[in-house]
């Protein structure tokens, strides 16, 4: 039976599609199919990522239950209350829909990560999130009409919630820039040859458009 989320997203790179696939990058050992990440040239196993994924996703939709039970209990005058499980709600919702987005993903064997790294993207699409939400660019139906508290809650427990969720120690979101930073140097990197070689490109067809018709038989009796 092929394995899927509760939603019913299915995996995007499932057993069935693996064996067929004559992608060299996909190798198998004894603990099954695996690949080398593009991000952290790490052994992962195809398995121990949707599996962690699935994991996940059953605790966001238990903290979400959670979530809903407490504010439906709550008195309407706690507002701090409420606002903590408000922001708490984002922030899970967040981790969730980047769970189905990963999960469901087969366009490249780039969304195949460890936890860690996978930890560390969510990180850093939360913080994006949460400064949109901040300057007022994104309209959240969980946000209330004075929505101070609330960004204050997020800013406080986005970390903790997180370290709760994955499962990871502490101190795990201190080195962010471990893969962020080298990701982010790699792509100015690309961007400036590819631009090197736009010029060049540019300076050859110029060159070429500058060359009379009969130039070349100048050039004849040199070779």
């Not at 238990?62 to 606002?83: F, G, M, N, Q």
């Not at 999130?129 to 929505?147: A, F, H, M, Q, T």
């Not at 500058?210 to 038989?217: A, C, E, H, Y």
Request: charged share 30%; glycine share 6%; aromatic share 12%.
């Amino acid at each position: 039976m092929e394995k899927m989320l509760t939603v019913g997203i299915k995996r995007g790179f499932s057993e069935e599609k693996l064996k067929k696939t004559k992608e060299p990058l996909v190798k198998k050992d004894e603990k099954g199919l695996y690949v080398y990440t593009v991000n952290e040239n790490l052994k992962v196993y195809f398995e121990d990522f949707y599996t962690f994924l699935e994991g996940l996703e059953k605790k966001c939709l238990t903290d979400l239950r959670i979530i809903r039970d407490k504010v439906d209990s709550c008195d309407p005058r706690c507002e701090e209350t409420k606002a903590f499980y408000c922001a708490r709600k984002i922030i899970v919702e967040v981790v969730l829909k980047n769970v189905y987005g990963y999960y469901g993903d087969d366009s490249t064997l780039g969304v195949i990560m460890s936890t860690w790294c996978f930890g560390t993207v969510v990180l850093e699409k939360i913080e994006n999130y949460k400064e949109r939400l901040s300057r007022g660019e994104l309209l959240d139906v969980n946000l209330p009409e004075y929505p101070y508290l609330v960004l204050r809650y997020f800013d406080e427990i986005y970390r903790k919630t997180l370290v709760e969720l994955f499962e990871f120690p502490p101190e795990a979101f201190s080195v962010k820039w471990q893969y962020t930073e080298p990701l982010k140097r790699y792509a100015k990197i690309l961007s400036d040859i590819t631009a090197s070689l736009s010029n060049i490109l540019m300076l050859v067809k110029e060159n070429i458009a500058d060359i009379p018709s009969g130039g070349n038989s100048d050039l004849k009796g040199q070779y």
